[in-house]
């Protein structure tokens, strides 16, 4: 797969990406909460997507599972991600 067709599973929105600090557009992976009780949103730009996927399917290839493309953070796989 491409990597315009993997980022194409994704929504983007303007943002920072908690990766590499990059204000650019981000798609959305999900919070973390801390023990504080404060909430912390977790957004990848496009290049630390694609770095993070080309991890998962190396991590994939070592274990002999199928990669699917386009579900970080717990996103549907059928269709752009989405945020939970």
Known sequence: MTPDAILGLYNWTAGTC???GDEDFVTPLGAVDTPRGKRYE???C???IL???AERRRYALRRGIQYRPGTLGGAAQDGPASMS
């Open 18 to 20: 908690f990766r590499c």
């Open 42 to 44: 977790l957004d990848a």
């Open 46 to 48: 496009g290049c630390c």
């Open 51 to 53: 770095r993070l996927e």
